[in-house]
């Protein structure tokens, strides 16, 4: 993500107008705001969300947003750039409703130095015997667990967590979400 200060480049820089062209269906267009307000939505995710991994996937579902909605979007009822950060601010907001992965990050500490190499099914078996969590986890099923814990541990996305296991993204996110209300359960 590139950074720059704000100058002649900016000022020339017509937020509206590349919204239009985004609707218009100018993948450029949505390049030239990826460079200008990536690295600052970024910022912004990162102080909402806490994690990194999450203020990414925010930013890349707030860019996939723009992209299909930029034709919602209406000049009379406000500047662009407000309406861009309104739609990260909103997948932000959603991901902490409804994905709220920070829950069991405190019980995941005692694999806090798992490297990349670990298998999901190695790392659950280093918790201790007499854990909660490690009871709760051996409940799910094999593709849930490993879902959780390379989500958890590895700090994958939806979208690398997708690609790693071999299944459609939205089957990953329902492994995440199913699989955090069971545990919830479990531990509650």
Excluded at 51 to 64: H, K, S, Y
Aim: with cysteine; charged share 30%; glycine share 8%.
């Amino acid at each position: 993500m590139q950074t720059h200060a704000l100058g002649q480049d900016d000022i020339a820089f017509d937020v509206n107008e590349t919204l239009r062209r985004c609707a218009g269906g100018d993948r450029a267009a949505l390049r030239a705001i990826y460079d200008r307000e990536a690295a600052r939505m970024l910022g912004i995710a990162m102080r909402l969300l806490r994690r990194r991994a999450l203020a990414e996937e925010a930013v890349q579902d707030a860019f996939v947003q723009i992209w299909r909605k930029a034709a919602s979007f209406d000049p009379t009822r406000g500047d662009g750039r407000t309406w861009i950060y309104a739609v990260l601010r909103n997948r932000a907001l959603n991901i902490l409703r409804g994905e709220s992965r920070t829950d069991l990050v405190d019980d995941f500490e005692p694999m806090a130095l798992a490297s990349e190499d670990d298998d999901p099914e190695v790392l659950v078996g280093k918790l201790s015997d007499a854990g909660a969590l490690k009871r709760c986890l051996g409940r799910l099923e094999t593709d849930r667990r490993q879902a959780i814990v390379l989500a958890y541990v590895h700090g994958l996305s939806h979208g690398e967590l997708a690609g790693r296991m071999g299944v459609p993204l939205g089957t990953a996110k329902s492994w995440i979400r199913r699989s955090l209300v069971t545990l919830r359960e479990c531990l509650g």
